[in-house]
């Protein structure tokens, strides 16, 4: 079964500065990748993917990830955070169809942003 | 596009009621959905998988008679909680899988269910 772990329950940083939160993931299987925002009292929003290909994704509100087999994880980057940016961010990995396309999430990291 | 929706987005009920939660998918079809729970500063638990058409397929330690999964539609699951109890107050939320895209769920906004 796979399992996923945020390293980083909380993140504080400054407004304009780069933020990178972390995941890694455990499977015995290939993966697909997920990134999900959740504002509060509300749903999850995804911010981006990763099926195949380019190992570097780029998602929504100027955020990216890297996908890294090697080191199984797929962290979150973005080079310079908006106050709006404050949220907690869910990492979500999945073993595909074969496996009923479930969702497996980290417990989430609270991104913080201060002016 | 990819929008899903839940109705209701609140709901306060008395002990002993049963409460309907909508889920739909509004510009796609999703002949799979799925419902979560949330308690408060945690991660999602996935509660089951509703397949339309089909009976739903409930996760270890979930009651499926406490929890009724209907997917009536291609754009419809609905969840039931039976009986509530205080203990099953939470933020209730549910995903769908587009069928053009089946490895991405779309998630809905979520209700909050308070059971007194």
């Known amino acids: 079964a796979q399992s996923v772990t945020q390293l980083d329950s909380q993140v504080p940083v400054f407004e304009e500065a780069p933020v990178e939160l972390r995941c890694n993931y455990s499977?015995?299987?290939?993966?697909?990748l997920f990134w999900y925002v959740q504002y509060p009292n509300q749903g999850l929003q995804l911010l981006l993917k990763?099926?195949?290909?380019?190992?570097l994704v780029k998602g929504i509100n100027g955020f990216e990830a890297e996908f890294n087999k090697s080191q199984t994880s797929f962290h979150l980057r973005k080079p310079s955070v908006h106050i709006s940016d404050t949220a907690e961010y869910f990492c979500a990995v999945s073993e595909g169809r074969e496996y009923g396309n479930k969702l497996v999430f980290g417990a989430g990291t609270i991104l913080r942003v201060k002016s | 596009g990819a929008v899903v929706s839940q109705h209701p987005s609140r709901v306060i009920c008395k002990s002993g009621t049963s409460v309907k939660i909508e889920c739909r998918s509004l510009d796609f079809q999703a002949t799979t959905m799925f419902w979560y729970r949330q308690f408060p500063k945690k991660s999602l638990m996935l509660m089951a998988t509703s397949n339309e058409g089909s009976k739903a397929t409930y996760e270890q330690g979930v009651e499926k008679d406490k929890f009724l999964i209907n997917h009536a539609s291609l754009t419809l699951s609905t969840l039931t909680v039976t009986s509530a109890h205080p203990e099953d107050s939470s933020f209730y939320i549910c995903?769908?899988?587009?069928?053009?895209?089946?490895?991405?769920?779309?998630f809905g906004p979520g209700t909050r269910l308070l059971v007194l």
């Open positions: 995903s769908a899988r587009d069928d053009r895209d089946q490895e991405t769920q779309y």
């Open positions: 499977s015995s299987v290939s993966v697909y």
């Open positions: 990763y099926l195949s290909g380019s190992t």
